[in-house]
């Protein structure tokens, strides 16, 4: 587990502290007997920086709340079913089933993907065995598209224009989890080294802004 605490709110919820669970085990890269190569981690030239904002003005007109169900992110082949995320009775962020590689889960306290606000999505890097639905996130590219398929019918397109391995030990609450005023994506997982003792030592997040719609 990952302890975060977040300033200001995430979506239109206020929260004080969240606890994101793991997103990724680790455990195959020990016992596998085939040496696996390590997830990829984003190179610096893909970081949050004061102009790497998505600042090509507002973007697209926000959309009406609509529960999200599936998202794509072509460029990295992740096309995968989305369950919604609560928090736990101690404070939190529940995971989606590590028995499923191919699920990711969105936060339901917050936007929905498309709205205005900040809407976070969270899947596994990995599971016991073997790579799961965002293993290649540090893949991603500024200007790379995810698109988030809603059961109104929509699909609300967002583009990258950021995405950055952050440590435990100095994790960007504001940045990452911040209010906004159009509507962002947060995508995260597991990533940032893994050690055999503590697991991995921080997290990978993709940053996109809607951009779309069909």
């Not at 200001?8 to 696996?36: F, K």
């Not at 998202?71 to 928090?87: F, K």
């Not at 504001?174 to 597991?190: H, K, M, N, S």
Request: charged share 15%.
């Amino acid at each position: 587990m990952r302890k975060v605490g977040i300033s200001g709110t995430l979506g239109d919820t206020a929260i004080a502290t969240l606890t994101v669970a793991a997103l990724g085990s680790g455990i195959w890269l020990l016992h596998s007997g085939t040496a696996p190569k390590a997830p990829p981690q984003p190179p610096a030239a893909q970081a949050v920086t004061a102009t790497a904002t998505g600042g090509q003005g507002s973007g697209a007109p926000a959309l009406p709340p609509s529960t999200p169900d599936r998202i794509l992110i072509p460029s990295i082949r992740v096309d995968a079913p989305l369950t919604g995320l609560g928090l736990t009775g101690t404070g939190r962020l529940q995971a989606p089933v590590a028995t499923n590689r191919n699920l990711a889960g969105w936060y339901r306290g917050g936007a929905t993907p498309g709205e205005t606000g900040t809407s976070l999505v969270a899947g596994h890097v990995d599971t016991a065995t073997g790579p799961a639905v965002f293993y290649n996130l540090g893949v991603l590219q500024k200007g790379n598209t995810i698109d988030v398929h809603r059961q109104d019918g929509s699909t609300a397109v967002f583009t990258v224009y950021a995405v950055q391995v952050f440590q435990d030990s100095n994790f960007p609450d504001r940045t990452v989890y911040g209010a906004a005023d159009r509507p962002e994506l947060r995508v995260i997982t597991c990533g940032g080294g893994y050690s055999r003792g503590t697991g991995y030592q921080g997290n990978v997040v993709a940053f996109a802004y809607l951009t779309g719609r069909r």
